[in-house]
């Protein structure tokens, strides 16, 4: 097996995404613009993108690491809207898709059609979660899409089986697709909440951090695969899993937690960054099984049908975010009033990503070609036009609808009054154990924990103060120089010491190490 390639897309997507950290360029879309430059160059490596690796063990990281940073409590209060988007809509989509593209494209038959609309269907949850964090969308909207884009995945390839099905003759009905779709919505949920007890005792029981990340590593292939075993949904396991563990990840050590938050960032930025990287190398093999449809015809189609998904999001949102509330009473007691330029930006971003490619490739050869190549040719511009188009789109467009922006005073003082009750526990429990005689300290050790405590109350506060007339710094950026310089001045010390063969590198690195960890603890306590 030649791993230069995998090298080589892993390098340059990752050297991309972090130039596009100092560009207003979406990384996702520079990623892709970089792959379809790339892509034609000479001595490039050809990437095929298989849905053998893509959805097995791609897709369970990436929804893993999206669930769990999601809210369980936000998602829960919009459930209605997200099952109206995620399953609803990619429903919707899949017929109304399909049967545009019937219409539009001479000798397609209607079930090839059918699979296109449900290839198409889902807006991709990489996207969705890389757009929302760049182009800081509201909390609400944020948390709908992120909801939608977690759990349509499963609606999608169930759509995509029952049409497959008809396409090659299999005899699919309408009662076995909907038997399908409940086997494998109930199946998924069912293996998520069967797994995630035992896991997250597990995660709490092990002692060796390296060992509680090892197992956290392996959590989102082993619910994938269990679940898909039993002919379920692996995405909806997943995503089960993932928001109970996210949700109760405060219970594990924090030792723990600190290792796993710099692995998944790292996780999830390699994966995503080389995802979208694969989309845009695909140019060449979606050209090459274009076959008999070529030139201005297939741009036609590939125009007609991106309009129609664009046209088609608009078409179910706004209807499913304001026609409930005026048929419930209990909907409009219970839920927020939804606005027009929220319901605008749902269905504007909308875009299509990685699974929808994957699901295009896998499309077995028992369908006949001609329909089979231009289903991935019109799966290909369909997802770079979102992309492209509303990737580039949204943040102005964000913009000039001006939503309101976030009030920061108010989420410090809710910050400081939080921590306040906090602190005032701890300084109760605190003496309560210095009462008992097996906790006794001397009077310096007590009065530097109940230092801690005051420092760690003060900091909110202290972010609401002036900041320094000379340097412009804040009371927080200040604190935190200074004790990077005195940390810096301990540093240099250890390693001179080492070098003079005072203290040799094992010693050397218990030391380090304890000052990196004081260190995170000084920035985080001000962050």
């Known amino acids: 097996m030649d791993v230069m390639p995998l090298l080589l897309l892993v390098a340059g997507s ?58 369980y409590l936000d998602l ?69 899409l992120q909801g ?29 697709g909907i038997s399908e779709f409940l086997l494998a919505a109930v199946g998924g949920v069912g293996i998520g909440l069967v797994l995630m007890a035992p896991l997250h005792w597990l995660r709490t029981h092990l002692t060796e951090p390296l060992l509680q990340n090892t197992l956290s590593l392996l959590i989102p292939f ?38 796993e938050e710099a692995v998944w960032k790292m996780v999830a930025f390699i994966l995503e960054s080389a995802v979208f990287a694969l989309i845009g190398l695909q140019l060449p093999v979606v050209l090459k099984r274009l076959g008999e449809y070529e030139g201005s015809t297939a741009a036609w189609y590939a125009v007609a049908v991106f309009l129609v998904v664009v046209a088609t999001r608009f078409v179910w949102v706004y209807p499913a975010a304001f026609v409930p509330r005026l048929l419930s009473s209990r909907i409009r007691e219970r839920e927020e009033n939804p606005t027009w330029r929220g319901a605008m930006v749902t269905a504007w971003a909308g875009m299509r990503g990685v699974v929808s490619l994957a699901i295009a490739f896998a499309i077995p050869a028992t369908m006949s070609a001609g329909p089979r190549n231009l289903i991935l040719f019109l799966t290909f511009t369909t997802v770079i036009g979102t992309l492209v188009v509303q990737g580039v789109t949204l943040p102005p467009l964000i913009r000039l609808l001006r939503f309101p922006s976030r009030d920061r005073q108010a989420e410090t003082l809710a910050e400081a009054n939080a921590q ?8 109760s429990r605190l003496d309560d154990l210095l009462s008992d005689e097996r906790n006794a300290l001397p009077p310096p050790l007590a009065d530097r924990l109940r230092q801690v405590l005051e420092r760690r109350r003060n ?51 218990a030391l380090l190490r304890r000052l990196d960890l004081e260190e995170a603890a000084a920035y985080r306590e001000t962050a």
Request: net charge neutral; glycine share 6%.
């Open 14 to 71: 990752a050297a991309v995404a972090a130039a596009a950290r100092r560009t207003p360029a979406p990384a996702p879309l520079l990623l892709v613009a970089v792959g379809l430059a790339v892509s034609y160059l000479p001595g490039v490596p050809s990437y095929t993108l298989d849905p053998e690796v893509v959805l097995p063990l791609l897709l369970p990281p990436l929804l893993y690491t999206s669930a769990s940073d999601s809210s």
């Open 76 to 144: 829960r209060a919009q459930l209605r809207p997200v099952a109206l988007l995620s399953v609803g809509y990619v429903l919707f989509a899949t017929v109304v898709v399909g049967w545009a593209a019937y219409l539009l494209i001479p000798g397609l038959p209607l079930p090839a059609a059918l699979v296109l609309g449900a290839v198409v269907a889902p807006p991709d949850a990489v996207a969705a979660t890389a757009v929302a964090r760049r182009v800081g969308l509201p909390s609400r909207i944020t948390t709908i």
């Open 148 to 176: 939608e884009s977690l759990l349509n995945d499963a609606t999608a390839i169930t759509a995509y089986k029952v049409a497959l099905g008809a396409a090659v003759g299999a005899g699919a009905t309408w009662a076995g």
């Open 222 to 259: 082993v619910a994938y695969g269990v679940a898909e075993q039993a002919h379920a949904s692996g995405v909806l396991a997943v995503v089960v899993v993932a928001l109970y563990l996210g949700h109760r990840a405060w219970e594990v050590d924090f030792a723990t937690r600190l290792q």
């Open 420 to 427: 306040a009750q906090a602190s005032r526990a701890a300084e």
């Open 459 to 509: 900091a909110v506060w202290e972010r609401l103060g002036q900041t320094n007339p000379v340097t412009g710094e804040s009371v927080d950026d200040t604190y935190r120089r200074l004790s990077r310089e005195m940390i810096s001045a301990e540093r240099e010390v250890f390693v001179r010491l080492r070098d003079l063969r005072y203290i040799d590198d094992e010693m050397l690195r």
